[in-house]
């Protein structure tokens, strides 16, 4: 009994010795360029729009600006969408309320998105967040206020934004933000050995059953390499290491979806979620109208027109939400151009 008691202590110490040296200690930066300027916004997004043409960007994934008005709206939206997404994502529900509201709004396309999976392997995360925060800064010439709106990944971008930014965030709308996965075995690529581990074991692509019928599949990366996600895992240890979340004094809605322990949200962590809202809540000066709201049916994807979710419920709670906190109201028989 004490031979094998010594030798489960010994493997112990043996397997612990090497999880401490492989795991990624060192934490990848990002520093805004702040170089790259432009004239306004309109030439920033003709600037975006050209890039998106050289990449052979499929159709309906560049990005997007609907005007309601030449002149600034009374708020603006820009929206951010998730890992392997697209604007699809959330034009949905997010177009309804911006017509509510009479809004200019921007949906942004993050690099390696829209194009090819090995553009989505390729693309660092600090891309994501140089494209992103260029976004917030040109699009407040759309409009007097800000609500700022991320799914996913694109949650997680937008939170660090708001905090990094609290001048150019009027209002932070957050649906299922991805703060960690719903599957742990994907922080295995925390660990220097974690990506070819998983290629050995899983393949280099993860593919997906499609249906030809389904049209969804045109707007999100149906087949991803697993190393991609390597990207995602290091913008969450950085928004991670910078620690955003106590800071935000800009007020936030968070939506999530999850009905019991066997119907939530399995692709984000539902767990990480309430986290980073208790974070928020018990940072330096929490609004008093940051709310959370349970979404029982539902999906990860709670925007968008391919996926079933309860849609009237968190279209009027977004639009509740932003005349609370911005004073926008409707503006009826308001008229748009996309562009």
């Not at 939206?77 to 529900?93: D, K």
């Not at 767990?271 to 929490?286: H, T, Y």
């Not at 709310?291 to 996926?307: N, Q």
């Amino acid at each position: 009994m004490k031979l094998i008691l010594k030798w489960v202590v010994a493997l112990t110490l043996i397997l612990t010795s090497f999880l401490i040296s492989t795991y990624r200690w060192s934490v990848d930066e990002y520093n805004y360029d702040s170089s790259r300027k432009f004239d306004n916004f309109e030439s920033f997004y003709q600037n975006e729009l050209e890039i998106s043409k050289k990449e052979n960007t499929r159709e309906d994934n560049e990005e997007k600006l609907i005007r309601y008005s030449e002149d600034k709206t009374d708020i603006t939206i820009v929206y951010i969408h998730g890992f392997g997404a697209s604007r699809r994502e959330g034009e949905e529900v997010t177009n309804q309320v911006a017509e509510y509201f009479g809004a200019n709004t921007y949906y942004l396309r993050l690099p390696g998105h829209g194009t090819n999976i090995e553009d989505h392997l390729n693309t660092d995360f600090q891309k994501y967040l140089q494209d992103a925060e260029d976004s917030l800064i040109y699009a407040k010439e759309l409009g007097h206020k800000t609500v700022l709106v991320g799914t996913s990944m694109g949650g997680n971008i937008a939170t660090y934004l708001t905090a990094k930014h609290p001048e150019l965030v009027d209002c932070l709308i957050l649906a299922s933000p991805f703060y960690n996965f719903g599957d742990p075995t994907a922080n295995l690529f925390n660990f220097y050995w974690g990506k070819g581990f998983i290629n050995l074991v899983m393949g280099d692509i993860r593919y997906s059953k499609k249906d030809p019928k389904d049209e969804s599949s045109k707007y999100w990366y149906m087949d991803q390499y697993y190393g991609a996600l390597q990207n995602i895992t290091n913008l969450k240890r950085f928004v991670e290491k910078e620690n955003p979340f106590p800071k935000i004094k800009t007020p936030v809605l968070m939506m999530y979806y999850y009905k019991s322990e066997r119907e939530q949200d399995f692709v984000a962590s539902v767990k990480a979620m309430l986290d980073v809202f208790n974070a928020i809540q018990n940072g330096e000066s929490p609004n008093p109208n940051n709310k959370l709201l349970r979404i029982e049916d539902g999906a990860h994807v709670l925007l968008s027109k391919y996926v079933k979710s309860n849609k009237p419920l968190i279209q009027s709670e977004m639009i509740q939400f932003i005349k609370t906190t911005t004073g926008a109201e409707e503006k009826k028989n308001s008229k748009k151009t996309k562009r």
